[in-house]
């Protein structure tokens, strides 16, 4: 079982930088694909990155590529989510989760934080 924790959300001006990170306690979290999602006001959960387990493979949402960066260190059971030039549409609560496939959706991830508040103001 793996136990997830975000941190770095906050107000950020559009055109600024966050670093968003997640601690993950448990002996495991070096084998599981770890994942970026997030939830706007009204809106379904989406995806935004994902991670493999080695971290030799990763994939990025259209609507981030090119800004977002997802990043793991499985030594300090570690992951985290480099944003920059940040919009408007970027602000929503950021989950990260753990799962065993390698997947985009979110049904496939076994494991949640609690949700890291990022707002971006025009």
């Known amino acids: 079982q793996v136990q997830l924790v975000e941190s770095g959300g906050g107000l950020v001006q559009a055109g600024g930088s966050l670093s968003l990170s997640c601690a993950a306690s448990g002996r495991t979290f070096s084998s599981y694909t770890m994942g970026w999602f997030r939830q706007a006001p009204g809106k379904e959960r989406e995806f935004v990155a994902a991670?493999?387990?080695?971290?030799?493979?990763?994939y990025s949402a259209d609507s981030v590529k090119g800004r977002f960066t997802i990043s793991r260190n499985n030594a300090k059971n570690m992951l985290y989510l480099q944003m920059i030039s940040l919009k408007p549409e970027d602000t929503a609560v950021y989950y990260c989760?753990?799962?065993?496939?390698?997947?985009?959706?979110?049904?496939?991830?076994?494991?949640w934080g609690q949700g890291t508040q990022v707002t971006v103001s025009s």
């Open positions: 991670i493999l387990w080695s971290g030799g493979r990763t």
């Open positions: 989760a753990a799962g065993s496939l390698w997947s985009y959706n979110a049904l496939d991830y076994d494991y």
